[in-house]
T-cell receptor
């Protein structure tokens, strides 16, 4: 089955620890994105990548890091520098179906991170 | 700064009626606007995309309008069903493959 997967679904972390969230897609999409969602708020862009070995900061990149060594994978590390990491994290990949720059985004099921 | 507004109050309607959700934006000139559906604890699912030069787009029971003068998009679900109950998000691009999402409007369709 084609799709985008995230693991784990739930993650608990102690303060001061780094943690890495996994995101894998087999849709052959070039673009991948990481968002954070807090209750009552819209999705906020953390990082995005348009191509392998390249990525750009989004609006709230501080305290996060990413890598894009393979087209299929875009892991997100939440570092201890992130002051308020408890949130729902969503990964997405982009399908340029309109071929004019618009990425329809396919989202994974999300990872809920709780800092204890 | 860019701002996207969706009604934060839930929309409650009766089954069979038409649901209309609103997305307003300021300080944007988006080339595209998208609507997504999100169920509790899950990732959003793409529904429709409309370009700035399109006034209206339809897909089955869904209809989206896009008024760049008013800086507003309306999302309609006709003949609504309880299964349509979810949160609906609008998203706008910034012409550089970055997207900005509204906080969503929760729709409750009562049988």
């Amino acid at each position: 089955d084609g799709g985008i997967t995230q693991s784990p679904k739930y993650l608990f972390r102690k303060e001061g620890q780094n943690v890495t969230l996994s995101c894998e897609q087999n849709l052959n999409h070039d673009a991948m994105y990481w968002y954070r969602q807090d209750p009552g708020q819209g999705l906020r862009l953390i990082y995005y990548s348009q191509i392998v070995n390249d990525f750009q900061k989004g609006d709230i990149a501080e305290g996060y890091s990413v890598s894009r060594e393979k087209k299929e994978s875009f892991p997100l590390t939440v570092t201890s520098a992130q002051k308020n990491p408890t949130a729902f994290y969503l990964c997405a990949s982009g399908d340029n179906r309109d071929r004019v720059g618009a990425d329809t985004q396919y989202f994974g099921p999300g990872t809920r991170l709780t800092v204890l | 700064s860019q701002k996207i507004e969706q009604n934060s109050e839930a929309l409650n309607i009766q089954e069979g009626k038409t649901a209309t959700l609103t997305c307003n934006y300021t300080n944007y000139s988006p080339a595209y606007l998208q609507w997504y559906r999100q169920d509790p604890g899950r990732g959003p699912v793409f529904l429709l995309l409309i370009r700035e030069n399109e006034k209206e787009k339809r897909k089955e029971r869904l209809k989206v309008t896009f008024d760049t003068t008013l800086k507003q998009s309306l999302f309609h679900i006709t003949a609504s069903q309880p299964a349509d109950s979810a949160t609906y998000l609008c998203a706008l691009d910034n012409n550089f493959n970055k997207f900005y999402f509204g906080s969503g409007t929760k729709l409750n369709v009562k049988p």
